[in-house]
């Protein structure tokens, strides 16, 4: 059905005098300026060609091209206010337009009426002229009455006047409309000839008149009656809404049509039911065709009979969006409601794209009624999308509760249905996880494969906001399993206790790897499918690098919202992170008993006991640094096992511990002690702990992971130490060596602790170390 546009013909202003799209017109805003502008538009004598090269003479060639550019857009805004107010007008001019056909309609009756009520005054004043000329002797009536007696001659025209009420009644009787129409035709004829020729006399012509408006009523009737008899074949409808329209009814004969299609309808839907919740798609199919097969016949039937009239298109469109709205109310009651609040988003996204695709189908015959279903399936989808979510969010749970914390490439325990399909081939295989993250990636890979199958539902956005509160959640299952903090231990939660605690390095590493690998790749990797024209098929899982994909993904979300989202799952990993770090730092800082090991006290004794074996030459980093040394190699190593390939997270984590460690001696109370200290800080401690700093940044260096907020933290610690000592009244340069000795002693210290890590000594303390403290390094698995 192709549908009216109306054109554009005048401006789209705002009140502020300027064009709709932002372009200004001249006249800075004042009313009678811009009614003066307008005015030269608005004259009859106007000329558009003469106006624009009158203008465009003063004008450069790249103020035109900005005029032209304003101009364009000014038409597309216009073209799109007035679509938008004639779809909104759309029933008020359907029903202004049905009145006005109503109106016409009475307005003849009215005229057939007065020309019954005309005839019938003649008949009475003939009649009353009768009995004065009953014993007159002249034969002949006057002419002037119209009338004659029985031997008075009629022309031929007179007498098919004469027979034409009785050969209607004929053909009404044998319901032969198509010659009734041409009988009716004819003694219009007649009758519109006689106007102008008077070749039939007045009394004739007005009861040919009558008749002939009794027997278009009687035919009008029967044919109406006829067409809304639910037996009536598809070219009887056609044929019976023809002869309406010829009959002078066709806004009565549009609207029959459109009630015997909806009549019909009914009549074949009456026994679709569904049966079960295996049938829904079948009923779906079945529904669907049926009601969009219909609209398509009614609109080729309307142009069929109607063609392209304004008002008929506009009706047809008001009567398919209805059963539209009727269709989705049934679907929504057999099949989406209780689908949707079982958490069936696949079962409820076929439903709509069988919906659809029988929907797309009308668009060839200029009926676009996909954007009114989708609006009326959304909420359905809505509803199914986050009950799927709140399943998934429960299943999390339940996995994490019970998983082991061992990664492997495939699942030792595999799913059914489409998880367990996706476990073998989809995404999560490609990368090794723990149980609980394989199933959260393939639940992930299932809802977007769901998802996509409703691509008209703007459910890009909603789905990412939902992926990003489950991968928080399962963030904070995974910091539940890692073992809590002393400080934290009193306030263990019930939750906390149901998880399977992490107790060993390798297995705390698993968790790392969990959330990075579903942060990094597995959930963008997924959701690229999401974004249009983006989507990894199996040749690139199989043959592509890890980096290529990256940047696939990287070029794929550009939009704001989507890199938002990206941010927000690096800051679930970065929480987990952080949880991991602090832990570890704490039991590198405090001891099982809960006394510090890095403290004032460990670099004060050296100047307070005058330690005589205190030899520059022969200077170690503390021996606390010495364990965070033990610490650093100690994960790297385990991580090399645990999460090969995955160099990027590993060198994140260390790095992050180390500042972790950096940063408790910059924010803690370390230096209060300092600074308010009786006892002035020696130059023997300040050496010793500007070592410390720089065995850090050999240690950091040497393992790749030495960041730029690292090296600012330590140079101000340093700083803040030399600060202290210069406080006493020492020059620190009168005590202290160059930099290249601090660098050059740490470096050497470094290798020696190396040697000693390389031949499995990782607890022999025989290095000589001018510090008495003596750090105990917990098990890694003790809380």
């Given at each position: ?370 954007p009114i279903l989708s609006k009326l399936i ?333 090296r600012q933290n330590i140079a101000d610690v ?20 160059d930099d290249e000795w601090f660098i050059a ?39």
């Open positions: 059905m192709g549908s009216v546009k109306p054109s554009m013909r005048s401006r789209v202003l705002n009140p502020s005098g300027t064009l709709s799209n932002g372009g200004a017109l001249h006249g800075n805003g004042n009313p009678a300026a811009l009614s003066e502008k307008l005015a030269v538009f608005e004259r009859e004598s106007f000329d558009a060609d003469s106006y624009v090269q009158t203008k465009c003479q003063s004008m450069s060639e790249k103020a035109i091209r900005n005029l032209c550019a304003e101009f364009l857009d000014l038409k597309k805004v216009s073209a799109e206010e007035m679509r938008r107010s004639v779809y909104s007008n759309y029933s008020a001019f359907i029903r202004t337009s049905q009145e006005i056909s109503d109106l016409e309609s009475e307005l003849l009756a009215m005229r057939t009426l007065l020309s019954t009520q005309a005839s019938l005054i003649r008949g009475i004043a003939q009649g009353v002229q009768l009995p004065s000329l009953v014993n007159s002797d002249v034969v002949e009536l006057p002419q002037e009455n119209g009338e004659l007696d029985d031997g008075a001659q009629l022309s031929s025209v007179e007498k098919r006047a004469q027979v034409l009420p009785d050969i209607l009644d004929v053909l009404l009787a044998e319901r032969k409309v198509d010659e009734a129409l041409v009988t009716l035709d004819e003694g219009e004829m007649l009758i519109a000839k006689n106007r102008g020729q008077q070749s039939i006399r007045p009394a004739i012509a007005d009861k040919l008149q009558i008749s002939l408006s009794e027997h278009k009523r009687r035919l009008t009737d029967q044919l109406a009656k006829d067409v809304q008899q639910p037996s009536i074949r598809r070219a009887e409808l056609r044929s019976a809404i023809s002869a309406l329209q010829k009959l002078g009814d066709g806004s009565r004969a549009h609207t029959l049509l459109l009630n015997s299609h909806h009549e019909r309808l009914k009549y074949e839907a009456r026994d679709l039911r569904p049966r079960s919740s295996s049938y829904a798609g079948a009923f779906t199919v079945a529904l669907s065709q049926l009601v969009f097969s219909r609209i398509a016949q009614a609109a080729k039937d309307s142009v069929s009979v109607f063609g392209e009239d304004p008002l008929h298109a506009s009706e047809l469109v008001m009567w398919a969006r209805a059963e539209t709205e009727q269709f989705v109310f049934l679907i929504k009651k057999h099949v989406l409601s209780s689908s949707a609040a079982a958490g069936g988003l696949r079962a409820v996204a076929e439903c709509v794209q069988i919906a659809l695709g029988h929907c797309v189908l009308l668009e060839a015959q200029g009926l676009s009624l996909c959304k909420p359905s989808v809505d509803q199914a999308l986050e009950k799927n979510v709140r399943h998934i969010e429960d299943s999390i749970k339940v996995l994490a509760a019970a998983d082991d914390w061992e990664l492997s490439y495939t699942p030792a325990v595999r799913g059914s249905g489409r998880t367990g399909q996706a476990t073998s081939t989809g995404l999560s295989s490609q990368v090794k996880l723990s149980i609980s993250a394989h199933r959260f990636s393939c639940m992930v890979q299932d809802l977007v494969d769901d998802i996509i199958l409703l691509p008209g539902m703007q459910l890009v956005g909603p789905t990412l906001d939902r992926l990003g509160h489950l991968f928080e959640t399962y963030i904070d299952l995974l910091v539940k399993a890692l073992p809590m903090p002393i400080e934290d231990e009193a306030v263990e939660s019930t939750d906390f206790r149901l998880m399977r605690i992490a107790e060993t390095e390798a297995q705390q590493l698993a968790i790392i790897g969990n959330a990075a690998a579903l942060a990094d790749e597995l959930l963008p990797r997924a959701t690229l499918k999401l974004v249009p024209g983006h989507h990894l098929s199996k040749d690139d899982l199989r043959t592509g690098s890890r980096r290529s994909m990256d940047k696939q993904v990287d070029g794929a979300f550009r939009l704001p919202e989507q890199r938002d989202w990206r941010r927000r799952l690096q800051r679930g990993v970065d929480k987990l992170r952080g949880h991991f770090c602090r832990q570890h730092a704490l039991d590198l800082i405090y001891s099982e008993d809960g006394d510090p090991q890095l403290s004032l006290e460990m670099y004060l004794q050296l100047d307070v006991s005058g330690n005589g074996s205190f030899r520059q030459q022969e200077l170690m980093p503390s021996l606390f640094f010495q364990a965070l040394f033990e610490k650093l190699n100690s994960i790297a190593e385990e991580a090399a096992e645990v999460l090969p390939g995955r160099e990027r997270v590993v060198t994140l984590l260390l790095m992050r511990l180390t500042e972790t460690v950096v940063l408790w001696l910059y924010d803690q109370d370390f230096w209060e002690d300092i600074e308010d200290n009786p006892r002035p800080f020696g130059a023997k401690g300040l050496m010793q702990f500007l070592l410390d700093m720089h065995f850090i940044i050999q240690v950091a260096s040497q393992g790749h992971y030495y960041s730029r907020n690292m340093i700083s803040r130490a030399i600060n202290a000592f210069a406080a006493t009244g020492l020059d620190p340069n009168s005590v202290l060596p002693t740490a470096q050497d210290a470094l290798r020696k602790l190396l040697v000693v890590w390389s031949r499995g000594i990782s607890n022999d303390r025989a290095v000589n170390s001018p510090t008495t403290s003596t750090p105990s390094v917990r098990s890694h698995g003790s809380p």
